[in-house]
T-cell receptor, first 114, second 110 residues
């Protein structure tokens, strides 16, 4: 158990809908990262937050957004969902978000868009 | 653009049959290379971080090594519980994102 929690575990929705994925980092970690894992793309970095502020952006679509709250939990919002958004979404956390730090991953949220 | 390539894509081993997984990378300014293990339907589990060429790290039956262009994960006398997908990721000097390889699926048969 990495100490990172994610809810929900599974999510089934329809195209065009909007969903919110939630992540709670390990105790003491200030930085949160979001990743998408699909069969054809592998693990792709989406976005990083540190202490409430966006720090780095990866391959995140404009339809997706994220935020980190004062209690350090983070939410990833996915809107206007398309079939190809079906994937596993992972959250990871690290103490300060500096490079070379180990990122610890949560169990993931499996999203299925029908 | 950063590139991370892992080979082979899949590996079938008999219990006790040692082997090596390869991770080759192209990145401007490597700050760290990470190895993770991922079981089906679960999040990646951290194994090792390597920072500079020549560095080696060991954990139980696993040993990771790093050169200037690639890293190897050696599995010595594997057991069925070592069956998993092993992921390699690199972190470059600019930015904090990890770039992952496609992974190597390892199956160890008793």
């Amino acid at each position: 158990d990495s100490g990172v929690t994610q809810t929900p575990k599974h999510l089934i929705t329809a195209t065009g809908q909007r969903v919110t994925l939630r992540c709670s980092p390990r105790s003491g970690d200030l930085s949160v990262y979001w990743y998408q894992q699909s069969l054809d793309q592998g693990l792709q970095f989406l976005i990083q937050y540190y202490n409430g502020e966006e720090r780095a952006k990866g391959n995140i679509l404009e339809r997706f957004s994220a935020q980190q709250f004062p209690d350090l939990h983070s939410e990833l919002n996915l809107s206007s969902l398309e079939l190809e958004d079906s994937a596993l979404y992972f959250c990871a956390s690290s103490p300060s978000g500096d490079f070379q730090e180990t990122q610890y991953f949560g169990p993931g949220t499996r999203l299925l868009v029908l | 653009e950063d590139q991370v390539t892992q080979s082979p894509e899949a590996l079938r081993l008999q219990e006790g049959e040692s082997s090596s997984l390869n991770c080759s990378y192209t990145v401007s300014g490597l700050r760290g290379l990470f190895w993770y293990r991922q079981d089906p339907g679960k999040g990646p589990e951290f194994l090792f971080t390597l920072y500079s060429a020549g560095e080696e790290k060991e954990k139980e039956r696993l040993k990771a090594t790093l050169t200037k262009k690639e890293s190897f994960l050696h599995i010595t006398a594997p057991k069925p519980e070592d069956s998993a997908t092993y992921l390699c990721a690199v972190q470059q000097s600019a930015g904090n994102k990890l770039t992952f390889g496609g992974g190597t699926r390892v199956l160890v048969k008793p």
